[in-house]
């Protein structure tokens, strides 16, 4: 774990503007800045960032937060990445807290491996590039399959020379570990001597998401029946094959932007329709996709299209291991590249805008598209289609989530009509491979129990009962958020002599149970503890908390606010060159000419609205007691109706007396009580 002290070290000298100009070019508008949203295609500038604030927010796709999770969100890094890529940056050396020799060990070999992985790229490029041998057989190989220099420069492409051991004498003349080389598979020990094991192959570095290199592709150049054509790098610390996808570090902002993957089975497919133009594209090496790479695409999309060969190892290739992303909610489309063609000389033959249109058109859904190929197989069997029925209803039972319920009774209704059987059968069916799965799932929970877990789901899929529908059911909601948004911006400031706004809301709204939202309580008892401990707090701790629940909280509530132009500011600043100027230059008005009622007026209109901070913690505080009252308004009527007559009299006098607490602070709120 990285120490709260390099923590500090990365928050202190962390800049918003630093970091997010390094990927979005930033005007100045007012006190913040404004730009294209890196996260959506837009030509119209909604993306809005305040230095003051320290935050950043996209007024056109909703996005927001603090430096942190904009590199999150940006490069796709888990928030200890991210922490890890923001010292580097800043040139701050992590500390790592106290962790056991095992683990201290690992994260050792790993870093070595980084290194080592580092010079092993150089030193295939340096062979490609610059020696005679790289350039006539390697880098001619590479023009021959219609790369360019710049591809081959992006994918950082290399060649490793026909020589027992140039690279490994290299390695350890550098004083690297020949231990490390067989890890990281570019050294084998071949009768006791350290010898190369990638010659005579083109050489494709596999990065993870944050661009460093974790193993190698090497690809046979000659033909030679005895040599695998493909060599890739041995298991190790950094390089797991489940969990790679090759060219997701190039492909990542496009994926995101485009909001689809493409899939491919191999390197040269990647770099092909890269160079064609297509760079939301990334490759599974031909071998069955897992729960893993599943979930790195997730990451960047819910929209996955797999193109493979058409032949039938492309479709039987196409379909391993889709039952899982089906799990994950991911949108499988198919494609089936023609005429024994693959991805990469298709596109060559027929150029971007006819592969792009290709794609477009000839997309299948997964399920149809295995329904159809099942059915074919099948034939006249009945038998086989039976099988093929049972196969479908548990690949659409996988479809299990309450966010995917409309999704999975389409294919229900689709499915049942291409098998031409009845629906509510085929529903049953479906339903029957849930109940088991969820049987499975709870340690085989009693059948009927089972069935009231799938029940239930289903009913909470059909209600569709999202936060928007929660919010605009209960405005209570928004005035919790203003009560944490006053703590936020206003907390630390000074309500009078003695009291901060922060202590003076908190000892006016002592109890808790005023408040649903379980994210405002946890911001309002933090509050409590550093001021009961009198240690200061401001919105940084809240922006910067490691507690994403906390900290999206605190991100939405400090939103960029729309500015008052600096133009009016200027003008108002100087009520005679407001008269003399502004309306001859800009507005065409002339305010002597105006009658003096009119010229009141259009100053109050024009007046720069003052500090209403006071304002507001009343309004909050006063809401929060109305809803106190309300509560107990509500209480003692329920104890009306079971009181008897001498009890009665006392919940009545209690009642008037509530009612005119509440019409009290109505009138604070200038509120109206609907009867």
Known sequence: MISQNTIQQILGRIDVLDIVGSFVKLKKR?????GLCPFHNEKTPSFTVSPAKEIFKCFGCGKSGNPISFVMEHEKLSYVEALRWLANRYNIDVEETEASPEKRQQMQVSESLFIINQYAQQFYADQLWNTEAGKNIGLAYLKERGFTDDIIKKFGLGYAPDSRDAFTKGAIAHQYNP?????????VNRYDQFVDNYRDRIIFPIHNNSGKIIGF???LIKNNEKAPKYINTPENELYIKSRILYGTYQARHAID????????EGYTDVISLHQA?????????????TQDQLRLIKKYTNNLTIIYDGDAAGVKAALRGLDMALEESLNVKLVLIPDKEDPDSYVRKVGMNEFRNFILHNKKDFIYFQLEVALKDAGDDATRKAEVVNKIAETVSKIDKAEDFTRQQEYIRQCSQMLRIDEAGFTNL??????????????KLPFDEANIHAENAQKAEASNFDENTFNLLFKDELQEREVA??????GHKQWDDHLLIAQYVLSEVPEDDLIDNQAVIKLIHIYREHLAANQSIDKSFFVYNTDTVLSALAVSLLQVPFEQSEHWKRALSNTAGYQQKLFQQDAKIFYDTL???NQEQLLKFLKIEEDKTSDEVEMAVNYLKLRKVKKMMLQNQTDMERANNEEFVVLIRTHMHLKEMERELTVKMKSVIIK
Request: hydrophobic fraction near 40%.
């Open 30 to 34: 007012g006190s913040n800045y404004l």
């Open 179 to 187: 231990e490390l080389l067989q890890k990281a598979g570019l050294t």
């Open 217 to 219: 592709g090497a690809r």
């Open 257 to 264: 932007k485009a909001d689809e993957c493409l899939l491919v």
């Open 277 to 289: 133009g297509i760079e939301n594209v990334v490759a599974s090496g031909g071998t069955s996709l």
């Open 430 to 443: 479906v339903n029957k491979f849930i109940r088991n799965r969820i049987s499975i799932q709870e340690q």
């Open 485 to 490: 948004r006053i703590l936020l911006e206003h």
């Open 595 to 597: 009658k003096p009622g």
